[in-house]
């Protein structure tokens, strides 16, 4: 497993831009696949974005898809989501997660191995 850190969340506005970092420990980061959800008040967790070990590949909830970029830096150690052209609707905390699923596509909260704590994004209008 990784210890993983979000950080980057905060209060925008709609059209606003964020950034969200996750910070893992341990050296096997690379042999993770890392993924980014969200959870809104008084619903699921949801699937937003997940990157492939070697970054070469990304997938995207449609709901983000042209708005939000998954990327990593395994030097690092870190993995990334850009988000522009904020929502009311992209309110909610977000999590990173780590998973050993090979190929790319959603993966079930269930089936990642680790999650960040959390980062709440809040956009307002």
Partial sequence: QVQLVESGGGLVQAGDSLRLSCAASGR???SFAMGWFRQAPGKEREFVARISRSGSSAYYADSVKGRFTISRDNAKNTVYL???SLKREDT????CAADRIRGLGVVPPDECDSWGQGTQVT???
């Fill in 28 to 30: 096997t980061f690379s």
């Fill in 82 to 84: 850009q988000m522009n």
């Fill in 92 to 95: 909610a905390v977000y999590y």
């Fill in 123 to 125: 956009v307002s209008s």
